[in-house]
């Protein structure tokens, strides 16, 4: 099948770090074979010298929603918010990428304009996916990320950047073992280091690419090391849901409770307790052995 002739799009992320650059898989692509794209999200616009072809705008709100309707088509990430709801009502083509689809609230799917993510394969090739089959190109895991020139990658080869937040609470693991983790990693000769609160994401970023390991809960500044190639270790509370929200670039690590741990409620709502220090550490130092091997384990 043909691709479509060029036309301007508006892709529209949800309002994660990681969810911009998720997206930014998609509009990097379009505009590499001649579409004029524009990536709507609060978040990256700090990283705007890391992505020199690219344009961003800010998130829609009810109030500026109309400027959608400059473009000829929408591509939206489906987070079944309000303004994405808000936004279908445009009179616009638009394309949809769901995460999950419920015949009970959502209406069916179109083949030719929605895409529904598989739970088997990460966020990132999912986003890969659905640019192919949406738009009918071959894609590939880019999203145009282009590092400051000034900066050396994995500069800091010892160190270790931790982050131990995220999104919500709901997803962090406990903070004495992170600190349990992080005079575990000095005994044995890193330097791990907490990701401190830096002004703008381009710090981040910069900090993070000087960094030879991140490990962190799941969250954006895990998606960010890992677009910049930085071997990760990400800690959640099942392998299901990592398998899907792991980040998608360099090398990862999963780590999660065993499944045991995940028959019951209340099991599952206390899963950062049934994660040990060693496990983490244990998966570690597999990575640093090994950073170019993608290994999904982490049931230890």
């Known amino acids: 099948m043909e691709p479509p002739p ?7 992320a949800s309002a994660g770090i990681g969810d911009a650059l998720l997206m930014q898989i998609c509009a990097h692509r ?5 579409h004029q ?8 616009h700090s990283l705007s010298d890391w992505f020199p072809n690219a344009r961003f705008a800010p998130r829609p709100t009810t109030d500026t929603l109309t400027s959608l309707n400059t473009f000829d088509a929408i591509l939206l990430q489906h987070d079944n918010s309000p303004l994405a709801r808000q936004i279908l009502q445009l009179p616009k083509p638009t394309y949809l990428i769901y995460g ?3 015949p009970l609230k959502h209406p069916p799917l179109r083949p030719s304009l929605d895409f529904l993510c598989s739970k088997q394969i990460c966020i ?3 986003i890969q996916s659905a640019c192919s089959a949406l738009f009918h190109t071959p894609s590939k895991n880019d999203n145009g990320i282009t590092p400051l020139p000034h900066l050396i990658h994995r500069k800091f ?3 270790v950047a931790i982050h131990t937040g995220s999104s919500s609470t709901k997803k962090n693991w406990l903070p004495s073992r992170f600190h349990k983790l992080q005079n575990k990693l000095i005994q044995l000769g890193f330097a791990p280091c907490l990701v401190p ?3 703008t994401l381009s710090e981040l970023a910069s900090f993070l690419y000087e960094s030879a390991f991140f490990i962190g809960n799941d969250s954006g500044p895990g998606h960010l090391a890992s677009n910049l190639n930085i071997p990760t270790i990400t800690i959640g509370s099942s392998r299901e849901q990592l398998t899907f929200w792991r980040p998608g670039w360099g090398p990862n690590r999963i780590v999660y409770p065993h499944p045991f741990f995940n028959k019951t409620k209340l099991t599952r ?5 049934f994660i040990t220090t060693n496990q983490v550490l244990i998966n570690f130092l597999k990575l640093n052995q090994n950073p170019d091997n993608l290994y999904l384990g982490g049931d230890l």
């Open 100 to 102: 999950a689809h419920d």
């Open 30 to 34: 379009l505009r590499e074979i001649g």
């Open 269 to 273: 709502e206390n899963w950062k307790y």
């Open 37 to 44: 794209t524009t990536l709507f999200s609060d978040p990256i």
């Open 124 to 126: 990132a090739q999912n």
């Open 197 to 199: 609160t830096f002004p």
């Open 6 to 12: 060029p036309q301007s799009i508006a892709v529209v």
């Open 157 to 159: 080869n010892t160190r």
